[in-house]
């Protein structure tokens, strides 16, 4: 079985593994669907956007806040 064969691996070959699989998964981004409440959930934050479009802060404001705490 495919399950024991990856748990034999060592942790570079799982690691590796694993990104093989999102390099394959990225191949493929129509393949990913949302759950309905993740449909939910941004729909809800695109109302709340639309309310005040000025609200809020650029991601990059935020990525370089987050990253300049590191």
């Keep these: 079985m495919l399950t024991k064969e990856i748990c034999n691996l060592s942790t570079q070959e799982k690691l590796n593994l694993v990104q093989d699989l999102w ?12 759950s309905e409440e993740q449909k939910r959930q941004l729909d809800s934050e695109y109302k709340e956007y639309l309310k005040d479009p000025k ?15 590191l």
């Design 23 to 34: 390099d394959d998964i990225l191949q493929h981004p129509g393949s990913v669907g949302l």
């Design 55 to 69: 609200e809020g802060r650029p991601w990059k404001s935020i990525k370089d806040d987050i990253l300049g705490q």
